[in-house]
């Protein structure tokens, strides 16, 4: 049962027709699926059932605040990136002893909410990083949770953008480098050293990078130990791909047996950071063609989407599939389906087969759930889209569409010193 499919020749959000939705919430309208969230959420969590662990959601891949409360419901914890990911996350009610800090550019300030909300841990990415806490938590009279982000040094054959764990990647802390910073950390009068990290690259369709680098962070465990570190948390981050096209990755339940099989019995407890598994499929945007156009060599499709509701078609190459909301069964062309933006890597798809389309039609992108709306900007002083959660039969403002006054509101004062 897929929760956005067609019935009699209409696409559905569940219980809701997608038309009706555009009707009522305009175009273009990202639209997510409560039931699908939910499933995957559950899907992957139960994966890990015969392991201590914790499920951390990567509050980068769609950091809607519906969304986040539909998971904290569920128990899932929070990786954040940010201060403003913390602050949705709190805002939304997730429980701070469930929250994981990652990244490697931590700013004072944040450091200093996060040991204010008293979080479970900061995934710690440099030498510096960690003697910053330190400091900051000694002057909170606090000690810091950490783990250190180790780098092992796979490749997760992935997008180079997505790919983090390489030795050239600016993530995390080389092994080497890692049994020094943890040497230092033991000493620090203000950390706490209780994790073990990494955290490989995005949309991986295949378990054996993970495996590769879990073998890596073990044998690195059992030096931590021999130095006297009681590592009780073991953090394997996120990752996991989906399909967008023909790719297969591994089914999270094949994941969590992999993982299973390595660390049962091991005195941890294991968290998991996923992201685009749990929120890439549980979303879609839908967009309005207002144009066709035929060239000499090509023809385009011109959509009121663009690269600035949806970036990974022009940032990574990616391929999103798109198809009517209510099929015709005309005749496929190839076509371009572009945005209003005035740059030329303003693309949903290029040379796509697409049955030829009229103005006014609606075409549906899919995989739109993670890393869409997130990423998604005001470039050409287009106000951002509206988002809406469908639950069964009701539909959810999850965000209201952006207006021209939203645009200018943080920059109007400047008008009166001009
Ligand atoms: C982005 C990110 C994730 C989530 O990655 P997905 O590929 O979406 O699962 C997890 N952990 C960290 C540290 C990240 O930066």
Redesign the pocket.
């Known amino acids: 049962m897929h929760f956005f499919e067609h019935r009699g020749g209409e696409l559905y959000a569940e219980d809701l027709r997608v038309t009706d939705l555009v009707k009522e919430f305009g175009s273009p309208l990202y639209i997510y699926s409560a039931k699908t969230f939910r499933r995957h959420f559950e899907a992957f969590d139960s994966a890990f059932a015969g392991l201590d662990h914790l499920t951390c959601y990567?509050v980068?891949?769609n950091s809607n605040l519906c969304i986040l409360k539909l998971l904290a419901e569920m128990g899932a914890g929070m990786?954040i990136?940010s201060g403003g990911e913390l602050y949705r996350a709190l805002k939304a009610g997730v429980d701070p002893s469930k929250i994981v800090y990652?990244?490697v550019g931590k700013r004072s300030y944040e450091i200093e909410e996060a040991l204010t909300a008293d979080i479970l841990m900061f995934?710690v990415e440099s030498l510096a990083e960690l003697e910053k806490i330190n400091e900051i938590a000694g002057n909170m009279g606090k000690k810091a949770r950490i783990s250190l982000?180790i780098n092992p040094d796979v490749d997760p054959k992935t997008h180079p953008y997505?790919a983090?764990g390489l030795k050239k990647a600016k993530f995390g802390l080389d092994i080497e480098s890692s049994l020094a910073a943890y040497a230092k950390a033991k000493e620090l009068e203000h950390i706490e050293p209780v994790g073990i990290d990494c955290?490989i690259?995005?949309?991986?369709t295949s378990i054996d990078p993970f495996l590769e680098a879990l073998d890596k962070i073990m044998a690195f465990r059992d030096k931590l130990t021999a130095m006297g570190l009681d590592i009780q948390y073991l953090d394997l981050?996120?990752?996991?791909?989906i399909t967008y096209d023909e790719e297969e990755p591994p089914h999270p339940s094949a994941f969590g047996e992999a993982l299973t099989q390595k660390l049962a019995g091991l005195p941890m407890k294991v968290i998991l950071?996923?992201?685009?598994?749990i929120?890439g499929n549980s979303g879609i945007l839908v967009t309005e063609v207002l144009y066709t156009k035929g060239g000499e060599t090509k023809e385009f499709v011109i959509v009121d989407g663009a690269m600035n509701d949806l970036v990974r078609p022009s940032l990574y190459g990616s391929f999103h599939r798109i198809g009517e909301v209510t099929p015709k069964g005309r005749p496929e062309h190839v076509v371009d389906v572009v945005g209003p933006i005035c740059e030329s890597g303003d693309f949903l798809a290029r040379e796509r087969s697409l049955p030829a389309v009229e103005s006014g039609e609606l075409l549906a992108v899919y995989s739109a759930g993670?890393?869409g709306f997130t990423m998604s900007s005001n470039y050409n002083s287009r106000p951002r889209v509206a988002e809406i959660l469908v639950d069964g039969d009701q539909a959810i403002l999850a965000r209201r569409r952006e207006t021209y006054e939203d645009l200018v509101e943080a920059e109007k004062s400047c008008l009166d010193k001009i």
Do not use: C, F, M, W
């Open positions: 990567s980068k891949a990786d990136v990652s990244g995934n982000r997505i983090t955290h690259g995005s949309q991986l981050g996120g990752g996991l791909g950071e996923p992201g685009r598994v929120a993670a890393y």
